[in-house]
């Protein structure tokens, strides 16, 4: 009996001792996040950015949230593609107004951009964007403008919409599209109608722009993060392999 307690505590000081330094998440060891300043029309915006554990440059993403905040789930998501050898950073676009104009989060998205290229952890010629919802908007919007990007992951944006500021609808950029973009949406998502998503889809293909599209039957808007915190449903953990194994192939 006294063996086995001795065991146990042995066991709990390396569960312990493992914790205080790089997490195992995914394929890869990751540094703890951590807070940083983005300097951007004259006023300053917390971000979260994580990094993989290992030495040398990796591919760097922005992730952008939805409208319900920088939530722990999103965090974790950073946390989470971090640990698939990407160096995460993830702007609290919010901080100042819950719906600033296009022309703010553009000027915010290029200042992050920006901000990467000097990490040295970073790769500043494989960069990748991704966002949810109001995101899913600004990935669809922004990788047609900002020419750092090499490709994008939109989750159930809207394309046909200039958001709660009014601003240009992304389908307007679509001959400006240079770059590979995968789509996730669900069927039930009444916010933005997969109909939408079709149309947009279609418009694309008859533009000759390459896209990926992933439907996923029955799933409402905003599937991926659920009261605030990553979905554990198979539906949600095949999403993110699909967002990783994309960018694995545009970025890696």
């Known amino acids: 009996m006294r063996n086995v307690i001795l065991l146990a505590a042995v066991v709990s000081l390396l569960l312990l001792v493992g914790c205080a330094g790089a997490t195992e998440i995914g394929t890869a060891e990751i540094r703890n996040g951590t807070t940083v300043n983005i300097q951007s029309g004259g006023q300053s915006y917390p971000a979260y950015i994580t990094t993989p554990g290992e030495d040398g440059t990796h591919p760097g993403v922005v992730l952008i949230h939805s409208f319900n905040g920088l939530e722990p789930g999103y965090q974790a998501l950073v946390d989470r593609l971090a640990g698939e050898g990407y160096v995460v950073i993830a702007p609290e676009w919010q901080t100042f107004e819950e719906a600033p104009d296009d022309e703010v989060m553009e000027g915010l998205v290029r200042d992050t951009v920006a901000y990467l290229d000097t990490r040295p952890e970073v790769n500043e010629s494989s960069l990748g964007l991704t966002g949810f919802c109001a995101g899913g908007r600004y990935t669809m919007l922004f990788l047609p403008q900002i020419e750092e990007f090499s490709s994008g992951v939109a989750w159930y944006g809207f394309p046909y919409s200039g958001g709660q500021a009014n601003g ?14 995968l789509i996730i949406h669900g069927t039930a998502d009444e916010p933005s109608p997969v109909a939408d998503i079709y149309r947009y889809a279609t418009d694309l293909d008859e533009a000759g722009k390459y896209f990926e599209l992933k439907v996923y039957q029955g799933e409402p808007h905003g599937f991926m993060i659920e009261d605030g915190e990553i979905s554990e449903t198979p539906v949600a953990e095949d999403a993110y392999e699909e967002m990783v194994a994309f960018f694995n192939r545009t970025l890696g």
């Open 168 to 181: 240009t609808p992304p389908a307007e950029f679509i001959e400006n599209i240079t770059d590979p973009m």
